[in-house]
Each structure stands twice: as structure tokens, then as C-alpha cells.
């Protein structure tokens, strides 16, 4: 049974920083890429961050050098630490694997507002 549980989100001000972490099980978790996944109202989900199995990390371009994702493999574990946010990242955030898996969690709310 795979289970996705993520947490951290919140209410923060533009530039504020939040760090989202996601426990993952049910799945040989240290064979798979990762991802950070976001869904603004009325918009797709989209592919935000990336780690491979090893640690490789890519991003979309609006997040990149803003957002930095990494695991620990032997916790099951994937971190999304989020710094000078915007307006614009407020969206609920969700983890999965690349290319993802067919459950998904519930998510974590992520509001960027003054």
C-alpha cells in the first residue's frame, strides 16, 4: 500500500520560507526518482523539483535557485525547502515519485499573501 504523507505548508508572507517534507512507504523508496509536485486553483499539476535516486536535482525554471529538494533514502523522506517565495507558489504541494505513482497524498496547502 503506498502511502504519500506531506506536511509543512502554511501561510507566509512574499520572501518567507517554508520547508514541506514528505514520508513516503509502501514502495522500495531508494530506487525512485522524486518529485515535488504543485496545483494552483484552476491550473494542472505541474513537476517543480526533482531528485534522482542519487541525489540529482533538477527544476522548472520559475523555481529554480529558490527551491532546493533532497531525500534521505534510509528515512523514506523527501524535503522541499522553499525560500523568497511568491504570490505566484501558492498552490497545494504534493510528493510522488518520477514518473508518478497512481495514489497520491492529500497534499499540503502552501499560501503566499500579505
Known amino acids: 500500500q503506498v502511502r504519500l504523507v506531506e506536511s509543512g505548508g502554511g501561510l507566509v508572507q512574499p520572501g518567507g520560507s517554508l520547508r514541506l517534507s514528505c514520508e513516503a512507504s509502501?514502495?522500495?523508496?531508494?530506487?525512485?526518482?522524486m518529485g515535488w509536485y504543485r496545483q494552483a486553483p484552476e491550473k494542472q499539476r505541474e513537476l517543480v523539483a526533482r531528485?534522482?535516486?542519487?541525489?540529482?536535482?533538477t527544476y522548472v525554471d520559475f523555481v529554480k535557485g529558490r527551491f532546493t529538494i533532497s531525500r534521505d533514502n534510509a528515512k523514506g523522506t523527501v524535503d522541499l525547502q522553499m525560500n523568497s517565495l511568491k504570490p505566484e507558489d501558492t498552490a497545494v504541494y504534493y510528493c510522488?515519485?518520477?514518473?508518478?505513482?497512481?495514489?497520491w497524498g492529500q497534499g499540503t496547502q502552501v499560501t503566499v499573501s500579505s
Open positions: 510522488n515519485t518520477d514518473t508518478p505513482m497512481n495514489s
Open positions: 531528485i534522482s535516486r542519487l541525489g540529482t536535482t
Open positions: 509502501g514502495f522500495i523508496f531508494r530506487i525512485y526518482a
